[in-house]
């Protein structure tokens, strides 16, 4: 099992960053791929990205390709997301997931390929 916090989040304006840290302990982070994951109110969970076990390879959603950038340091035991161009549909809480593999692959857009989460970190974009 590992244990998944999130941290980074705040409130900013559209157009503006963040940088979403996720930080691992318990098991050889160098062992899981990790996702990012989002939910807004009222609606369902939804996959943001994800990245292989050393970083080798990454996929994002549509909806962010081209502004949100998965990347991790195993030597820390920690995966980041770079958001920029920040719009407000972008705002929710993000979670991190680990899931025990190297590769990623179709399977890593769905929640139940992840066996252990974060708590959440609210993420608010507004003028």
């Known amino acids: 099992q590992v244990q998944l916090v999130e941290s980074g989040g705040g409130s900013v304006q559209p157009g503006g960053s963040l940088r979403l840290s996720c930080a691992a302990s318990?098991?050889?982070?160098?062992?899981?791929?990790m996702g990012w994951f989002r939910q807004a109110p009222g609606k369902e969970r939804e996959f943001v990205g994800a990245i292989s076990s050393y970083g080798g390879s990454t996929k994002y959603a549509d909806s962010v390709k081209g502004r949100f950038t998965i990347s991790r340091d195993n030597t820390k035991s920690t995966v980041y997301l770079q958001m920029n161009s920040l719009k407000p549909e972008d705002a929710a809480v993000y979670y991190c997931?680990?899931?025990?593999?190297?590769?990623?692959?179709?399977?890593?857009?769905?929640?139940?390929?992840?066996?252990?989460w974060g708590q959440g970190t609210q993420v608010t974009v507004s003028s």
């Open positions: 318990g098991r050889p982070f160098s062992s899981y791929t």
């Open positions: 997931a680990a899931r025990f593999g190297r590769l990623i692959d179709q399977a890593m857009g769905f929640m139940t390929s992840y066996t252990d």
